[in-house]
């Protein structure tokens, strides 16, 4: 599928608009605005119930969730959002006062507060700072101790755009016998991640930026390790392995990341979902990840051409689809920009660009020219 073709899928681009707003929220394409439509037409006018065809969407939303970040579908579940998703392991592990948990500095607070709760228990946490807006390894290294049960981080952070190497940082967490948690909202859409060969202990992501999915719905990887160590603290009807079996309350849990599954699914959500992971195989993973890399490249270079102060790392290997710089003025210059029919985010002194794989360098060059001209 060729640029222009992927562009024909996104109505919103119809209107002449400039959208360069991924890391906030995506736009929805036909393939999700389609399977909304005939879940809708099915529930308003249709045979109502749609059960089974609503769990075969699931399961098939599933296989292609997993598919996209290199696991087994039965590591993984559906959840709410990011914060929930962290929240499974956060709030289900066996902490013992003492237990220490690591995490980055400023970062995006879905990542911060459903640890920090764990403080109620005697849990102690580490906080290791960024180095503008990178996070360097040995710094992380230093501050493990014998007592560090658990490292959570972002795997792109929100503001810098820094993509962390989780390689490396698997192999730290591995010499100290720690969990490796990852917050992959800013990445998964925008970069390949392969759980086959950078195994991580638990994963969130919801999927309504990058993956250009709906609000409301995220994914979970929970891998068996980190699922030995969860003693989950909230259980549903469908969490056990015979669900339809009513009065069995002696059932056992599912003995896969299903189990953390509670309840009615967000169905007409994972149906939209469902869509956007299509377009993805259609196009290809691979060839998604590296438009979206052309186009975070082709706005790093453009920006610091334009002497614009980017605190987005200039290697590639080290970015995903955020780019960032320092503007004095910047919420005054996101709704210039608004006026202008372009939509990128205002973020702490900072205007962040997050371009996706439709986006074109036209486009960029357009919108950095729009920033050089506000002064």
């Excluded at 390689?167 to 100290?176: A, P, T, V």
């Excluded at 702490?348 to 919108?367: F, K, M, Q």
Aim: charged fraction near 25%.
């Amino acid at each position: 599928m060729t640029v222009d073709e992927i562009r024909k899928q996104f109505p919103y681009l119809e209107s002449g608009k400039i959208y360069l707003n991924h890391a906030a929220t995506g736009p929805w394409s036909r393939y999700v605005e389609n399977n909304v439509q005939r879940f809708m037409e099915g529930r308003a006018r249709g045979p109502i119930d749609m059960f089974p065809d609503t769990i075969r969407m699931i399961g098939e939303a599933r296989s292609m969730a997993a598919n996209m970040i290199g696991a087994d579908a039965s590591r993984i579940a559906f959840v709410q959002n990011t914060s929930e998703g962290l929240n499974v392991l956060a709030s289900g592990m066996d902490w013992k006062a003492g237990d220490r948990i690591l995490l980055l500095d400023r970062e995006f607070p879905s990542n911060v507060y459903p640890f920090l709760n764990a403080r109620r228990l005697g849990v102690e946490i580490d906080f290791v700072p960024q180095r503008d807006g990178g996070v360097a390894l040995e710094d992380i290294a230093r501050a493990m101790t014998p007592k560090t049960r658990l490292v959570a981080v972002s795997w792109v952070q929100f503001l810098s755009g820094f993509r962390i190497d989780l390689g490396q940082l698997r192999e730290i967490c591995d010499r100290f016998g720690a969990l490796l948690s990852v917050d992959a909202i800013q990445g998964i859409g925008a970069a390949r991640l392969d759980l086959r060969e950078t195994p991580v202990d638990f994963l969130s992501s919801g999927v309504q930026k990058w993956q250009l999915g709906p609000q409301g719905v995220a994914i979970i990887y929970v891998s068996e390790r980190a699922q030995e160590q969860i003693r989950q603290a909230h259980l549903g009807w469908i969490s056990v392995q015979n669900a339809w079996n009513f009065f069995d309350y002696d059932n056992p849990l599912q003995g896969d990341a299903r189990r953390y599954e509670n309840g009615t699914y967000n169905s007409v959500g994972i149906t939209g979902y469902h869509g956007a992971l299509r377009l993805f195989e259609d196009i290809g993973h691979d060839e998604v990840a590296r438009l979206v890399q052309a186009n975070a490249a082709h706005a790093y270079s453009r920006a610091r051409e334009y002497g614009f102060d980017v605190i987005t790392p200039g290697d590639s290997a080290a970015r995903a689809g955020i780019v960032t710089f320092r503007h004095d003025r910047a919420d005054e210059l996101q709704q210039y920009l608004v006026q202008r029919d372009i939509t990128v985010s205002a973020r702490v002194g900072h205007v962040r660009l997050s371009p996706h794989c439709y986006n074109t360098a036209d486009e960029i060059d357009t919108v950095l020219g729009e920033i050089r001209n506000f002064g």
